[in-house]
Nanobody, 126 residues
């Protein structure tokens, strides 16, 4: 699975961005998809995960109530809607995918994912 993350940019605090994760070579709806973020010199941190069924999501406490993960209608894209952005949200955002049998599995650790996109930079100015 080749993943392509897009949608990053430079925005002011309080603004919104929507990131997209698209897959080539596979149908993304068959995979658990997660978003992670990383700042230079620090570990990659979990942001959000969505199961194959697209019903439920799991979120890091730092983004709960502000970020929403969802699957596109064509189910070949996963989005991360980011609202009320804060300067501390500045990071490179990565999407990742993992195949799991059960449709409601959510994964929150980097080691659980098998495929990674290249990352997209989000910069939030104060």
């Amino acid at each position: 699975v080749q993943l392509q993350a897009s949608g990053g940019g430079l925005v002011q605090a309080g603004s919104s961005l929507r990131l997209a994760c698209a897959a080539s070579g596979r149908v993304l709806s068959r995979y658990v998809v997660g978003w992670f973020r990383q700042v230079p010199g620090k570990e990659r941190l979990f942001v959000a995960s969505i199961g194959r069924d697209g019903v439920n999501g799991d979120y890091a406490d730092s983004v709960k109530g502000r970020f929403t993960i969802s699957r596109g209608n064509a189910k070949d894209t996963v989005y991360l809607q980011m609202d009320s952005l804060k300067p501390e949200d500045t990071a490179v955002y990565y999407c990742a995918a993992a195949w799991r049998t059960h449709s409601n599995v959510l994964l929150t650790t980097t080691r659980a994912y098998d495929y990674w996109g290249q990352g997209t930079l989000v910069t939030v100015s104060s």
